[in-house]
């Protein structure tokens, strides 16, 4: 062997030899990412706080979360599923018949996992803003509070949907959630816990935020008033009602009286005004979730939850969901004298259907707020006209669509996002007309009926002056409106609870709470029922509908979870 | 001249491109080729004049002429002749790869002609086995090697589509997708979780992607690495096995041009039919009165009375002349599938001019392809140029060379799913054009929103990408010493992918989009290889023992970026006007980036003693940049031993029909890393929102907190958890196996059985709901077990009179389980959630409720278990566990997913000229789960939309013999639901290909100057035979799939 040739061999063995550095040959680092621990600055904390709140509002049409209109006005017996037929979208149709809702539908699953995600976004908020410093970080008590509101608002949402659920707070560890129980904690524990995040938000957030996104400490005590109410109404296994604590009312009432008293806030003079995007972040929004287009996003951070909402026209084209029904319409008739709602005979006979009944009757002028009517202005605009063929199938759902949650194709907020639209229009989580009637509701149930009376009032004058945008192109009304105030004689506690429901009803119709303000009050079933009796001789649908007591005031536990947990997880009674 | 003269006349032919570089290569090789043939002319006896053929007569090149017992010899030309001067009492020994060794007495002849036979298996043949050669004869792994002729002059894009039932063992679907990159290729069973792809090595250079991108002309040879012995040099990626494909180089002293071309034309295979307009009315009058509703649909109205027992009978459907108010859409009967689908054509013009001197040679080879597709607009073409070469330098003790090829794939980019989808949902009622024949037909109210599939193919016909890839390597081979070989290569395979976007305006019903918009998006990717190895190949022992050694190391460094930029409203869609700065709204962007890293280290040793007792081992080290940093490295080692019977003398002596026969058994290791790059990282992300946000969730983390619209800040969410433990996926796999030879090797086969444990499976899993966000992680999960048979048996011969004929067939089977599962994770793969998991099943397994006919009467939905929406009619499922009611601890394993058998059988015959091929293909004892019945037997999962045929047969009171559930428009019963409605026998035989070629008489095509030219027809997927009970057109075929064509072809190849 030569010397040429047993020098390239030595060259060889050393080119394979070369292990030069393998561990620094392989250390590749994630590109457009973050690790954990850099999310550690004040900084980067303050934007996981954002993050939280963008949670607010990443729904979708088949779960929608923001105007919970599926779970909240579907189910209450004030909408129709609509869409294309009964099987369009069929979860929400079983929803809204319960006879055959079950426990592994994938929408109810997924609400449940969209629930936790958003609160695992507040936890890890949570625990940064909890190890931070605050020297370097002054604000991080406020974030703290935001970062509670947020966290009790999903909370909320679980609750009241699913009634027992297991609570995981940014305390715990990951490797310990799997051996949490959905019944770790009773009925009112679980409030408590939901309260105590709301007390903690009223603790530390100031009077007034900068910007206006942010919870401050009205929309904390508002939302503490809300969940307090909600568990004053105590509850048994079988979920029927079986008392209600004095002592929870007369907090509501107070913590009520504190949102009153800071003066931020006022009933917007025309009700309209909740339902444009003019409107958005005026006096009467004390929380909202904030949409935004044009934004520098992709496609916006629109309001998708309602984006089957729209009608069937050209210039929006899909999906005509959320229909209200037939019950509802009826419900906005007032006595011809008095101008107050029938409470007994608004339905037995003569439905609003045609334009042509809306002058024949009188009625609550918050009907054309909320319900869409064939030859009455779209959305307040008198040459926009609805048409019966903006209507997907009025065989099954009738000729009646959703206004509250939709814009002018013409507003700037409206987003077309082929085939369906959304808008950048901010969806109210906390109006202020919500803050009077919890408290309206919190005296009855004390029994000071008298000193609710007026709350009650003011929103019924309130909607009351709102008829200057229900005009007809010719500047005519566009129906017969007659709204009177309740008088002070005859105004007992048992009335008074008809009037308080029946304002809730009319003030709040299709935005997402009637169902479970019907199980606050321990009614739904009966309720229900009675609805599904008459309402099934025009929907031929309903006619399979039946609630059933003790089971259907919640969803399900979702059979993935209870799988998932390893039946660590109970399944809520009768499913 | 004389080539140079040819080629120029070949010139004319309108198929050839770029014929330029073509005859700068073809002018040298007249100078080379000539060289050899003048220098024998010395003092000698006679000369002798040789005409070499193959068994088709076509002329061999390459053969090598020796004078038996001297070194004197001789090449034969591209023509097949040879000329050498020699003893007149000379014998020759004529030998060639692939062929039968022949000695022919030269006994006073000047002229000679001979013909070679080939062997079906060439125990010399060699075989690249991974860094190395071996000769076959001492492989002691399960190792297929394919022949490139029996699928050459298929029509597919995709060079792997052309083996499906050809290896067995190696299982192959596809559909007709014209770029021909619908392929799945999985090699012994599903040995993983995630991505089940094998490893392709492309003349040593490694890549998991894009093999549709590869002429085939271009390949030599194809060799599947079927178990871990033979695998596990590749260590890390070659769990799922390992296909070898090497590519054409020039052989020594051979210049040679081959043209070829081939036409075809396609017509689309079966489709599910769906209802005509009268019938939909007519299903949907039914459904409704079994729901006990009105029937009421916008567009139909209904003459009906009421039958003797009460009951409502149809007399009429009646359709509107119009659709919709304003009178533009008239009513229609429209078959979708049919508008949407076309007869194709497909051609391929390929030139190969390969020339071959004593000290290296060019390849060099031009390729198109074009397919205009069976669906309309979404052909793809595609262009290939190569080059290969070698030089031999220092007394042929350096090789360097390359190979090198170039890839241009332009293909149409639409939403397949979407195309087929469509085309069964929207009702036939829609017009394809509004009454002006422009316009589109579209939904209207009382159809849900789905789109006209024609508008969506036609509208999108200008939205076409293009990838082009740079694929091949530079090496240079020192002989160190003799038998002592150091190899180095530098491998790279880059891609540039370009697509622009035209998103048009449009109004199709009551769907419309009136802001058109253009988006550019461009990524680059891919790795570069650097491979450094030592091979040394030793004689002892007065040859009884021979040993070769193999020591190299491998780095692979991948990097991929990617963006995009948008913009909307453009005043023109005019392709000419649609540039970014055109637009004037809404200017978006967006880009990413990724990379993974491998470093390797990698040893075998090959011993053989006196040819008999062979053993193999090999190890290899590797490392990986997606793992923990604890856990980066793996060690993959393997053994394996043959035994050559036949090489024994008490074999040779007493039983001489058997020409070969070697035991093989073989044990080792090999690896999967096929997960994110960054997988064992916690990682988090800024996400300004979701790009589609209309059928996925928004996972922005941007918030308005301003309230102005504008400067909106955003955080972070976690995307995954971190596993710093995260490590290789282990595959462990035992194979023994036999390779026989009988009466002269006219009978041959082998056959194969293996076990192979997955371990440790890289799984990212479904999670409890309350982890939240990111609560992906990727683990070590799960174990499966693959197990099976596999035989392989082929018959040859030639009879007196000529003809030549073969027949080989191959069966497989494999079985699959799941062996072992985490306990946390135990759930995630189905089962009732407490003692039911799909432990012991096959990962294709369906867990589901069985189906047990239909309820008859109320009854009997009275007296059946509680099941909620049970109704004559409906599904009756059964009550497995026995506690009157149907929930979810009454299902069961109803599937495992997996085939008794596959086969495939392949006939050959040639006479005369005259060739003659025929291959059937076959999958038996398979139970799938036959998803298209969602579509076709119900009206209640699918609202708005299109329905199948089979509805009309529909159960009903007075149709009590039908299996299909009565027609309703709500599915109260859940009839959706995993059941054993679904589960088909999807059993089938195709007859997958059936060739005629001739081949012009020597006599006549050397008047033209022509070395050979064969024509030849083909038809592919011309018959089908499958078992009654599946209810879909074709068991091959979702209805998702691009359609699998018939397909007939005419082609040409020209050798000159």
Redesign the interface.
């Known amino acids: ?1 030569n010397l040429f ?1 047993t020098s ?2 030595a060259v ?2 050393l ?2 030899g ?2 030069c550095n ?2 620094g ?4 680092n ?7 621990s ?2 550690n600055t004040p900084e ?1 904390i ?9 949670q ?5 049409y088949y779960v929608p979360y923001t105007s919970m209109w599926p779970y909240g006005n579907v189910r209450g017996g004030d909408a129709y599923k609509g869409g ?5 979208v ?1 979860a929400f ?2 929803y809204e018949t319960f ?2 809702n ?3 539908i994938s929408n109810t ?1 997924e609400f ?3 629930m ?6 507040c ?3 949570l625990r940064r803003l909890n190890a931070v410093d605050a020297t370097t970080m002054p604000t991080k008590a406020i974030r703290q509070g935001e970062v509670r509101f947020l966290r009790g608002h999903f909370y909320f949402l679980l609750k009241e949907m699913f009634k027992y659920v ?1 609570y ?1 707070d940014e305390s715990l560890a ?1 490797e310990d ?2 051996n ?1 129980s959905n019944r770790a904690l009773s009925n009112d524990a679980l409030w408590s816990k939901i309260a105590d995040d709301f007390r903690a938000a009223v603790a530390s957030l100031p009077a007034d935020q900068s ?4 919870a401050n400490k009205s929309a904390a005590q508002a939302y503490l008033a809300k969940t307090l109410l909600y568990q004053a109404y105590t509850q048994s296994d079988a979920n029927a009602v079986t008392g209600i604590d004095a002592s929870k009312l007369t907090e509501v009432n107070t913590l009520c009286d504190a949102v009153i008293a800071s003066g931020k806030y006022q009933l917007h003079s025309d009700f309209a005004t909740n339902f444009l995007t003019t409107g ?2 005026g006096v009467e929004s004390v929380f909202a979730i ?12 629109t309001d ?1 939850g309602n ?1 089957l909402n729209y009608p ?3 210039d929006y ?4 969901f959320h229909q209200p029904s037939q019950n509802l319409i009826n419900a906005f008739k007032t006595d011809a004298t008095t101008g107050l709602p029938r409470f007994t005979d608004f339905n037995t006979s003569g439905d609003l259907v045609t334009a042509s009944d809306f002058l024949a009757t009188t009625v609550d002028p918050r009907v054309d707020h909320t319900v869409a009517v064939v030859g009455h202005p779209f959305k307040y605009s008198p040459t926009f006209v609805f048409d019966n ?1 903006w ?6 759902y009738g000729y009646n669509l959703s206004m509250k949650e939709s814009v002018l194709p013409t507003d700037p907020s409206f987003q ?5 639209m959304s808008s ?1 229009k ?1 969806w109210a989580i906390i109006r202020y007309a919500d803050v009077l009637l919890w408290k309206a509701e919190a005296l009855i149930e004390l029994n000071r009926s008298a000193d609710a009376l007026p709350l009650i009032n003011q929103i019924r004058t309130r909607a009351q002056n709102s008829t200057g945008r229900l005009k007809q192109a010719n500047g005519s009304a566009i129906s017969n409106y007659k709204i009177g105030q309740y008088p002070t004689a005859g105004f007992t506690q048992a009335y008074a609870r008809e009037a308080l429901r029946f304002e809730r009803r009319m003030e709040f119709a299709m935005e997402g709470c009637r169902f479970f303000d019907l199980v606050r009050w321990g009614i739904a079933g009966p309720y229900l029922n009675a609805y599904f009796a008459k309402e099934k001789n025009l929907r ?2 309903l ?2 509908a039946n609630f059933t007591v003790g089971r259907d005031e919640y969803m399900p536990i ?10 660590l997880y109970k399944q809520n009674n009768g499913w | 001249m004389r080539k140079s003269v040819l080629f120029a006349r070949q010139l004319g032919l309108p198929a050839l491109l770029a014929a330029a570089p073509l005859a700068l290569v073809a002018l040298p090789n007249v100078a080379l080729a000539a060289g050899p043939k003048n220098t024998t002319r010395a003092y000698a006896d006679i000369t002798v004049t040789g005409q070499v053929n193959d068994e088709k007569g076509e002329g061999l090149p390459g053969v090598t002429v020796i004078v038996k017992g001297t070194t004197n010899g001789a090449s034969t030309d591209a023509t097949g002749k040879f000329t050498l001067t020699v003893s007149s009492t000379a014998t020759l020994v004529l030998s060639s790869v692939g062929y039968v060794s022949q000695e022919v007495a030269v006994a006073g002849h000047s002229t000679l002609t001979v013909q070679l036979k080939p062997t079906t298996q060439d125990l010399n043949e060699v075989v690249v086995t991974g860094y190395q050669t071996q000769k076959r004869a001492d492989l002691t792994g399960a190792v297929s090697v394919v022949k490139t002729d029996e699928v050459k002059g298929m029509t597919s894009n995709n060079v792997v589509n052309n083996l499906q039932g050809r290896v067995p063992g190696v299982q192959i679907t596809t559909d007709g997708s014209p770029s021909g990159n619908n392929t799945a290729v999985r090699i012994r069973g599903f040995g993983t979780l995630g991505n089940n792809d094998p490893l392709y090595v492309i003349d040593g250079i490694p890549t998991k992607t894009g093999i549709n991108q590869i002429n085939q002309n271009d390949i030599e040879s194809i060799q599947v690495l079927k178990d871990a012995s033979a695998a596990s040099i590749y260590g890390s990626r070659a769990g799922n096995g390992v296909i070898i494909i090497t590519t054409r180089k020039a052989k020594k002293g051979v210049t040679r041009v081959d043209f070829s071309t081939f036409l075809s034309a396609q017509t689309p295979g079966p489709h599910i039919k769906m209802l005509n307009t009268q019938d939909y009315g007519r299903i949907y009058w039914q459904a409704a009165t079994n ?4 029937p ?3 567009f139909y109205s209904y003459q009906s009375h009421q039958g003797p027992a009460g009951q409502p009978v149809l007399d009429a459907v009646v359709v509107p002349e119009f659709l919709d ?1 304003a009178k533009t859409q008239r009513t229609a009967d429209t078959d979708w599938f049919k508008e949407t689908q076309q007869t194709a054509f497909t051609q391929q013009y390929n030139v190969n001019v390969s020339n071959g001197g004593e000290h290296g040679g060019v390849l060099f080879s031009l390729n198109y392809y074009k397919n205009t597709g069976t669906l309309k607009y979404t052909g793809a073409e595609r262009w290939t140029g190569r080059l290969n070469s070698d030089y031999s330098l220092l007394g042929d003790h350096l090789k360097i060379g390359q190979n090198l090829t170039v890839s241009k794939l332009q293909e149409a980019q639409f939403d397949l799913n979407l195309i087929r989808d469509r085309s069964s949902q929207l009702l036939n009622i829609v017009p394809v054009h509004t009454v002006d024949g422009i316009g589109w037909g579209g939904p209207v ?5 789905r ?1 006209n599939p024609v508008r969506l193919l036609t509208d999108n016909q200008q939205n076409r990408s293009d990838l082009y890839r740079l694929f091949g390597n530079a090496f240079a081979d ?1 002989e ?2 003799k038998g ?1 070989h ?1 190899r ?1 290569s530098f491998g790279v395979d880059y891609s540039l992918y370009k697509y622009n976007e035209l998103y048009k305006t449009f ?1 199709a019903g ?6 058109n918009r253009v988006t550019n998006n461009e990524s680059t990717f891919g790795n570069w290889v650097w491979q ?1 190895t ?1 091979n040394y190949d030793l004689t002892l022992g007065g040859g009884n023992h021979t040993l070769s050694v193999l ?3 491998e ?1 692979i460094s991948y990097n991929q970026e990617a963006f995009y930029a948008s913009r909307t409203n453009f005043a023109s869609q005019d392709p000419n006007y649609i540039v970014l700065d055109a637009g004037s709204a ?1 200017k ?1 962007n ?1 880009g ?8 390797s ?1 990698f040893a075998k040793v090959n011993y053989a003693f006196k040819d008999r007792y062979l053993l193999s081992g090999t190890i290899r080290r590797d ?3 997606r793992f923990g ?1 604890d856990n ?2 793996g060690i993959f080692p393997a053994v394996s031993g043959g035994w050559r019977i036949s090489e024994e003398n008490f074999l040779k002596n007493n039983a001489t029909f058997v020409s070969d026969l070697k035991l093989r058994a073989g044990w080792g290791q090999t690896g999967n890393q096929d997960i994110a ?2 997988a064992s ?6 996400s ?7 059928f ?12 102005n ?11 995954q ?2 596993n710093p433990n995260l490590k290789w996926e282990t595959t462990t796999q035992t194979n023994v196996g036999a390779d026989f030879g009988f009466l002269g090797n006219k009978l041959t086969g082998s056959v194969d059985y293996f076990v192979k444990n997955s371990t440790d499976i890289l799984v990212n899993l ?10 992906d992680k990727f683990v070590n999960g799960a174990s499966i077990q693959n197990k099976g048979w596999e035989f392989l048996l082929g018959y040859q011969n030639t009879l007196a009179n000529g003809l030549s004929f073969n027949i080989t067939g191959n069966l497989a089977t494999f079985r699959n389980k799941l062996t072992y599962l985490p306990a ?1 994770v ?3 793969y189905g ?4 003692d039911v998991t799909r432990l012991g099943h096959s990962i294709n397994a369906t867990y589901g409720y069985v189906a047990d006919g239909l309820y008859q009467t109320a009854a009997e939905v009275a007296g059946g278990p509680t099941q ?2 049970a109704a004559p009619g409906r599904i009756r499922y059964k009550d497995l566990n026995g506690d009157g009611k149907i ?2 601890f009454d299902q069961t394993w109803i599937t495992e997913g997996i085939p008794n058998f596959n086969y495939g059988l392949n006939l050959g015959a040639s006479w005369k000229g005259f060739d003659v091929q025929v291959f059937f293909q076959g999958v038996q004892g398979i139970y799938a789960y036959n998803n298209s019945k969602f579509r076709t037997d119900f009206s ?5 939309e299109n329905w199948g045929a089979r509805l009309l047969d529909a159960w009903s009171p007075t149709n009590t013999g039908s299996g299909i559930p009565a027609p309703t ?4 019963n ?1 009839e959706g ?1 995993a059941s054993t409605y679904f589960v088909e026998n999807a059993s089938y035989l195709k007859l997958r290909n059936v060739q005629l070629g001739y081949n012009l008489p020597t006599s006549l095509v050397s008047k033209i100057r022509l070395q050979n030219v064969r024509i030849y027809v083909q038809g592919q997927n011309f018959l089908i035979a499958k078992s009654k009970q599946f209810t879909g057109p074709d068991p091959e075929v979702t209805n998702y799939q691009y359609p699998v064509p018939h397909v007939f072809t005419t082609g040409l190849n020209v050798s000159f």
Not at chain 1, 116 to 121: K, M, T, V
Not at chain 1, 211 to 214: A, D, L, T
Not at chain 1, 416 to 420: G, L, V
Not at chain 2, 592 to 599: E, I, M, V
């Open positions: 062997m040739k390239l061999l060889s063995l080119t394979l070369v292990s393998d561990k040959f392989l250390d590749v994630p590109t457009g990412a973050l690790s954990d850099q999310l980067n303050d934007k996981q706080v954002i993050a939280a709140y963008s607010l509002g990443n729904d979708i294309g037929g009964t099987a369009d069929d149709h079983f006879s055959f079950r426990v592994d699953d449940w996992y969209r936790y995600l958003s609160i695992s976004r936890n890890d908020a297991p995981i990951t959630y799997p949490v910007e206006i996104g942010r958005d972040n904030q949409f935004s287009r044009n934004d520098g996003t992709p496609k916006g951070r998708r984006e069937m026209n050209p084209g899909c999906c005509s063929s209507v997907r199938v009025p065989g099954v077309k996002t082929p085939p369906f950048s901010n031929q649908y006619s399979t979702p059979l993935n979870q209870i799988n998932f947990s390893k039946g | 729901d006990g509703v009105t009421n649909i916008p108010a109210n009382g159809i849900g929103d789109d020192a160190i010493i002592l150091l180095t109004t009551y769907l419309s989009n009136a802001n450094n030592l020591l190299g190391n780095r809404n978006d967006g990413s980036a990724t990379s993974y890293r491998l470093a280290y490392g990986s940049s940093s980066q490295f790059n960054y990282r916690a990682v988090y992300q800024s300004l929102g979701t790009l589609d946000p209309n996925a969730y928004d996972i922005g983390t941007a918030y308005d907190i301003y309230g619209d504008t400067n909106l800040p955003a955080g972070y969410r976690r995307v958890q971190a479904p999670y409890l709901g309350v982890v939240g966000e990111g609560g946390e135990i759930n995630a089962g009732n959630g407490q909620v929406g929930d979810n209640s999962l699918a609202s708005g428009l709500v599915n109260s859940n639901r």
